[in-house]
């Protein structure tokens, strides 16, 4: 515009910047990213050790005191991508039990080693190393250059040369303009200065180091009154818990040295009698839960089992219940700061929250306006015309009804189970996209844990059948269903997250006395296709199926018995969850030394 000397605010300034801006394809551009393999390692370790001393008070009483040890790494998909590295879990657990009641304590503690988010500690280097606003700028720049004016090149070349201009680097990686700021290769020293730094730096100063010395400890007991009655059964329990949540602002909106203290208590009672020389079965139930973060609840349920037949044979069992779950810790507290995005120079906060008011105050969700996000894309998604409410975040309760039968036919050579199910949840824990300022200055962009003000139901079937056959051949199988119904009044990105394919089937058949020393199994395995929801992504899992065999020989001997096995023995890959690694073959040799040889 300055070459052709057109004056701002002129009717041939106006008439060009039209003509220009009508030259500009309506594209997504982001920063150059780099290739996960080389910024994860993705060997995984695993290492466990646990001991444990028991001690017999006398024939019905046992002291037991119980310690276990986990070191790992691997890599893991949840809001990101993380390395895991160095990661510690220690549990403990002192017991003591007779055939009447026990009590127990036991503690959980975790250390995240040196875990650090590859996603944001990847965003975090390429601002180091030249930030968004001049990256953008040198961009938009070349492209206009290279494709706009006369003499231009194609849009595809364009793109090309106009990213290899901002990243001062040439495809084939050698630096257009030395001295310049450059984007760093992987394996240079250039790249490895800034990426330990970042990687070595808690997120909460700008770094990608995850903390975690979260600990949990638990307290419960039961005792069983039924020894004290000739028909009633009766079982009273109740458990105490405290959950240390400490991430110094990595994870939850806790800050260093001031870790969130949740506390949860519960109690319940369960009576059960037979009728009819017990061929009715009547159960009740009843159990009171508080948390620190939400009001209690009392939940009732009610089951009966009825025998067909005075040798219960055939048996058909339904029951009622009403049940509840307080939301996760991390659903509840999370506040995961995915970074600055920068978007065809547009940028904006995102950031992945729970759905605890103290955690949406941060950043005056209930203040002022906000607005649902459409599409399966919270980073490009138009915001909703209208403000959304936020749902007051309560427990999510489900009424559940099922009904079931099972029995034996053909002497007692086929077993037979079969059941139905129905559940209805209110405040259903979901998973919803909402944007705040949008287009202005200061928009920011959520994922935020919700309870949906409206009601959802599961439902589902499941019918399964155990054949023995002579000379001790078994053959087994199941097929299951599990289906969400979906409402069609969700607001614009609004997620389930059901993540549960539709139909699963199962089929197995071995002998594990095919001689004095041998047996076999051979198990398959299928699943079909379905959504996957989570903070990382939407996509389609596709169907897919498996075959596990196993081997096994006793040694006598040595007391001992050998294994040789695979699961998913063709080697046919296939993945879980979107963002998760695909899974192949596992090929193994176990030895069991077994005093009894069973």
Do not use: C
């Amino acid at each position: 515009v300055a070459d052709q000397q057109f004056t701002p605010g002129t009717p041939e300034w106006d008439a060009e910047v039209a003509r220009v801006t009508a030259l500009v394809p309506d594209q997504l551009v982001t920063r150059t990213g780099y290739a996960e393999k080389d910024l994860l390692n993705y060997k995984t370790f695993n290492a466990r050790v646990g001991a444990s001393l028991n001690y017999r008070i006398n024939d019905d009483l046992e002291l037991s005191l119980q310690g276990n040890y986990a070191n790992g790494s691997s890599v893991y998909t949840a809001q990101s991508r993380f390395s895991l590295q160095n990661f510690q879990a220690y549990t403990g657990k002192l017991e003591i039990k007779s055939s009447n009641f026990f009590a127990r304590v036991w503690l959980l503690t975790e250390n995240a080693g040196s875990t650090y988010d590859a996603g944001n500690t990847t965003a975090q280097l390429n601002e180091r190393w030249k930030p968004s606003d001049q990256w953008y700028t040198d961009y938009v720049s070349a492209f206009t250059q290279g494709y706009i004016y006369p003499g231009g090149t194609s849009l595809a070349n364009s793109y090309q040369f106009a990213r290899e201009l901002a990243d001062n680097r040439t495809k084939s990686g050698n630096v257009l303009v030395p001295g310049s700021p450059t984007r760093p290769l992987p394996g240079t020293p250039e790249f490895n200065t800034i990426w330990d730094d970042l990687k070595s730096k808690p997120r909460s100063e700008g770094g990608g180091l995850v903390v975690d010395n979260s600990a949990m400890y638990h307290a419960e007991g039961m005792y069983d009154f039924s020894h004290l009655f000739e028909k009633l059964s009766l079982q009273v329990g109740a458990s105490q818990r405290v959950i240390s949540l400490n991430s110094e602002g990595t994870i939850w909106i806790d800050t260093p040295g001031n870790p969130i203290i949740q506390y949860q208590f519960g109690a319940y009672a369960q009576l059960a009698r037979g009728f009819f020389s017990d061929q009715l079965r009547v159960t009740m139930s009843g159990r009171w839960d508080d948390n620190s973060s939400f009001r209690g609840n009392f939940t009732p349920r009610f089951s009966v089992v009825y025998s067909l037949d005075k040798e219960k044979i055939h048996n058909v069992r339904a029951s009622a219940q009403t049940a509840f779950r307080f939301a996760s810790t991390t659903d509840q507290w999370l506040n995961f700061n995915l970074g600055q995005l920068d978007i065809n120079g547009r940028q904006f906060q995102f950031n992945v929250i729970g759905g605890n008011k103290e955690v949406q105050d941060i950043y005056g969700l209930r203040d002022g306006p906000v607005y649902a996000v459409s599409g399966n894309n919270p980073f490009i998604g138009e915001p909703d015309s209208e403000p959304y409410i936020i749902p007051e975040f309560i427990p999510e309760t489900v009424s559940a009804l099922e009904l079931g039968y099972k029995g034996l036919y053909f002497q007692r050579r086929l077993f037979v189970d079969a059941y139905f199910y129905h559940n209805t949840y209110n405040g259903f824990h979901a998973s919803q996209a909402i944007v705040q300022n949008p287009g202005g200055a200061t928009e920011s962009r959520f994922i935020a844990t919700i309870s949906s003000s409206t009601p959802m139901s599961t439902y589902g079937w499941a019918v399964g059948a155990n054949l023995n056959l002579p000379k001790g051949y078994v053959l087994n199988g199941n097929i299951a269903n599990n289906s969400l119904s979906a409402q069609n009044d969700y607001p614009a990105g609004f997620q389930t997250r059901f993540n549960t394919p539709n139909y699963k089937i199962n089929m197995s058949f071995g002998n594990y006395r095919l001689t004095d020393r041998f047996g076999f199994n051979v198990s398959w395995h299928w699943q079909n296709s379905f959504l996957w929801e989570s903070d990382f992504g939407v996509a389609n899992i596709p169907a897919y199926s498996t075959l596990d065999a196993q081997i096994s020989m006793k040694l006598p001997e040595l007391l001992s018995s050998i294994k040789l096995g695979a699961s998913n023995l063709l080697n046919q890959y296939y993945y879980t969850g979107y963002g998760n690694a695909q899974i192949g073959g596992l090929y193994y040799v176990t030895l069991s030394f077994d005093e009894f040889l069973n």
